[in-house]
């Protein structure tokens, strides 16, 4: 079956730098791929939408890319706050379903 | 961005009874309506996928008369726990799809609901 993984558990930076978050997926390329933001106790929140004949997104100080030959997408996020912690998930959609990473925590220090 | 609304945010309760956890799509017809488990420092695990006026499929390992998924309508999905134990508290989260989100395929997702059984 399909798995997307995040290797990172946790991420930490110091504000002002660029953060760098990994998702890799097995077996078949996904038509894209999505990311999403959680914060504590809260529902995740869609983020970014990248399809696999786009190289690269970018939506203010967030860029995605997906590279189908590393089958791995990474995301991006510039001129880090401290605002910006929070768990990003990478997922999936395939089959009617949702395939969700695992997830990487991100803590960005003032 | 549409909005899913689920309620109740957290909930405490006896061993034993059941709770009900409402999802709610506010402003487009959800179509289809994921129910997840999240533990703590894990991602979502999916429990089950209902359509509207159809039965739930539930994923391998979860109990379908434990945790009961009615979808009656194209905004309302419900998520009964019966006979809750202590092993059941979660953080439990919905989310929707629509028809015309399908080109898309973005989820939204409720806020979550706390569950505490004790």
């Known amino acids: 079956s399909q798995k997307i993984e995040q290797n990172s558990e946790a991420l930490n930076i110091q504000e002002g730098k660029t953060a760098t978050l990994t998702c890799n997926y097995t077996n078949y390329s996904p038509a894209y791929l999505q990311w999403y933001r959680q914060d504590p106790g809260r529902g995740p929140v869609f983020l970014l939408l990248i399809r696999e004949n786009e190289k690269e997104k970018r939506k203010e100080r967030l860029k995605v890319t997906f590279d189908t030959t590393l089958k791995q997408s990474l995301f991006h996020i510039t001129a880090s706050q401290p605002a910006d912690s929070a768990t990003y998930l990478c997922?999936?959609?395939?089959?009617?379903?949702?395939?969700f990473g695992s997830g990487t925590k991100l803590n960005v220090k003032p | 961005g549409a909005v899913v609304s689920q309620h109740p945010s957290w909930v405490i309760c006896k061993s034993g009874t059941s709770v009900k956890i409402e999802c709610r799509s506010l402003?487009?017809?959800?179509?289809?309506m994921f129910w997840y488990r999240q533990f703590p420092k894990q991602s979502l695990m999916l429990m089950a996928t209902s359509n509207e006026g159809s039965k739930a499929t539930y994923e391998q390992g979860v109990e379908k008369d434990k945790f009961l998924i009615n979808h009656a309508s194209l905004t309302l999905s419900t998520l009964t726990v019966t006979s809750a134990h202590p092993e059941d508290s979660s953080f439990y989260i919905c989310?929707?799809?629509?028809?015309?989100?399908?080109?898309?395929?973005?989820?939204?997702f409720g806020q979550g609901t706390r569950l505490t059984v004790v």
């Open positions: 989310s929707a799809l629509g028809a015309l989100l399908v080109m898309n395929t973005e989820a939204f």
């Open positions: 997922a999936q959609y395939n089959f009617n379903k949702f395939y």
């Open positions: 402003d487009f017809q959800a179509t289809t």
